[in-house]
């Protein structure tokens, strides 16, 4: 049986959609930090938010890397 294909522009939207909503998430992050910067600091909240933008930020550094070397390649 063969297996149907599918469209190569397909396959890199299907990769990069959630890459770009990545950015999307720590760019909210980061707003959402230098907005409530007082009220994060008097709830000892601060530290949480900024664990979580400095692990979003090269994780989506890393996964774009990673798929635009595979687009170089000629997998994607």
Known sequence: MNQPK?????????????????????FGVIIYITTNYANLKAANALNLWLIIAVVLGPMALYTTYSIIKRIKAGVL
Do not use: D, G, K
């Open 6 to 26: 599918m469209n190569p522009a397909v396959l890199r939207l299907l990769v990069i959609f959630p890459n770009v909503l990545s950015y999307i998430l720590l």
